[in-house]
């Protein structure tokens, strides 16, 4: 079983930039694909990256792509999402999740194995 959980979500002006950070109760967190989903209240959950287990490859949403970056420390079995220039669209609650597949099927899928509780993200205009 592995805990997930969010911390550094909070309100940023449109252009801002925040870091969300997730921490693993699981020991053996670097066997897990890692990524970042959001969801909007009244819409799906939405993939967002997602980061290999030895954190070579990553993954974006077109959308997040050149402002969003993922990233990994496996000695503190943290995971990070740096987001820079942000919109008012990325306002959402983010949820760091980890599996035990492949990153890159992490956003096809749209499932996996564990999820945190989410941050909130607020963007104002």
């Known amino acids: 079983q592995v805990q997930l959980v969010e911390s550094g979500g909070g309100l940023v002006q449109a252009g801002g930039s925040l870091r969300l950070s997730c921490a693993a109760s699981?020991?053996?967190?670097?066997?897990?694909?890692m990524g970042w989903f959001r969801q909007v209240p009244g819409k799906e959950r939405e993939f967002v990256a997602a980061?290999?287990?030895?954190?070579?490859?990553?993954y974006y949403l077109d959308s997040v792509k050149g402002r969003f970056t993922i990233s990994r420390d496996n000695a503190k079995n943290m995971v990070y999402l740096q987001m820079n220039g942000v919109e008012p669209e990325d306002t959402a609650v983010y949820y760091c999740?980890?599996?035990?597949?492949?990153?890159?099927?992490?956003?096809?899928?749209?499932?996996?194995?564990?999820w945190g509780k989410g941050t909130l993200v607020t963007v104002s205009s």
């Open positions: 999740a980890a599996d035990g597949g492949t990153a890159r099927d992490m956003g096809p899928r749209g499932d996996v194995d564990y």
């Open positions: 699981e020991g053996t967190f670097k066997n897990y694909a």
């Open positions: 980061i290999s287990w030895i954190g070579t490859l990553t």
